[in-house]
């Protein structure tokens, strides 16, 4: 199959939708890919890289429109790519099309076909495409914390790790699936007093077993939730109620009993944030303060770190995008994962929840490809 990588033109967007050695896989795997110029930029794979792996480099987009079977980007489309995009062709990339009636409306138009990477399954219940930026995130938390906690940035002016005879910070992650584990990990890594809570017992357990005794666990109540976070230094907000808004956990009464200088990161920002104070921020300006409490509240954690975030995404799409390009339309058919991610079909809403948000007609799969 003929595979065309365009470079990414949201604004600030850095990633690239298949890394040089993603690209040489595919090659081996017998598909020609088509690469933009300049497509590696943001994570300092040069046209050159390209070329080794084995990839055509192009001058536009629009060649790589024209020219691919397969797309696969990062971001969702843009208004200038949708519509260069045509009946026939596999669109493989982030869509978040609930919220976006305008893009839901181009890709429809276009007669793609578009596989959305968040709604794509695994056999364990998760969701594979969207795990490694939860992985990056939860990691940074703790970096964006550690710099955030230092006086000049307002904080408490604390070392997260302490040092011999001086206590480390306390942390506290509120929410214990793959951001709060991996803030945890990281946390604990450093050497901070770390407390995950967390409101479902299986998880409680697997977290207890997992960081055996190096990090506390304790159900959410308000009454802990109260407890900790104003005993804590700095806070990590890594809920998520699946379909929901997150929940507002830490009130903006409660903030005024939290150590001045104290941090809040809160990762769950894309979903509405779970303290009532958090606002969306950027990488240019992350943090602000709001009753003498650090917030760092950033919606794209991941951008700041495209070259980890490219070569993540890139190690999880593959196998995805290896059964796209090799059997085309017939392995969504085949592959129960693969097919919850089918989101559009020739002009047919395939998702059930994405139509529903959307108020448009619903076609299941079968009855679309019939
Ligand atoms: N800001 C960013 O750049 C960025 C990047 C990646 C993910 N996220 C967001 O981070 C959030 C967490 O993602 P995830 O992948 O870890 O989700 P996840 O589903 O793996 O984990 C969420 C956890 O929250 C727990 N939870 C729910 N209600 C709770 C409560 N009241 N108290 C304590 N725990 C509670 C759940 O039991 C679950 O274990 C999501 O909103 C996600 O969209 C943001």
Redesign the pocket.
Known sequence: MKVGVPKEIKTHEYRVGLTPGAVREYVAAGHSVLIETNAGAGIGATDENYRKAGATIVGSAQEVFASSEMIVKVKEPQPSEWTQLRENQILFTYLHLAPDPEQAKGLLKSGCTAIAYETVTDGHGGLPL??P??EV??RLAIEAAGAALRRHAGGRGLLIGGVPGVPAARIVV???????THAARMAAGLGAEVTI????IP?LRELDELFEGRVRTRF?TIDAVEEEVFAADAVIG?????GAS??K?VSRGMLSSMRKGSVIVD?????GGCFETSRPTTHADPTYETNGVIHYC?????GAVPLTSSQALNNATLPFGLALAGKGFAAVLENPYLRAGLNVYRGRLTYKAVAESLGLPFSPIEQAAA
């Open positions: 969207l795990a930026m939860s995130a939860g509120v929410g214990g699936g793959v951001v709060g809570l967390e409101r479902s998880r959410s890594a809920v998520l109620v699946p997150a929940p956990l990762v769950a920002i894309d979903q950033v919606a794209n954690m991941p």
